[in-house]
């Protein structure tokens, strides 16, 4: 588990790191949830990606 320091009372900053490291380990846990064919994660992924660039 990783520690989030407060620097200089700055929370905002460390809100903002504790968001993006409970992000990151909810979309670890959704991969395992379920097994994907390899083509259909493929898919999958170019789907997310250009949600991502029109976003």
């Not at 504790?18 to 992000?23: H, K, N, Q």
């Not at 959704?30 to 170019?46: C, T, V």
Request: hydrophobic share 30%; no cysteine.
């Amino acid at each position: 588990m990783q520690k989030i320091v407060v620097k200089d009372g700055d929370l905002n900053t460390a809100m903002k790191k504790f968001s993006r490291i409970t992000a990151e380990t909810r979309r670890a846990r959704q991969s395992h949830l379920f097994y994907l064919r390899p083509g259909l994660k493929a898919k999958e992924k170019s789907k997310n990606a250009q949600k991502r660039k029109y976003k």
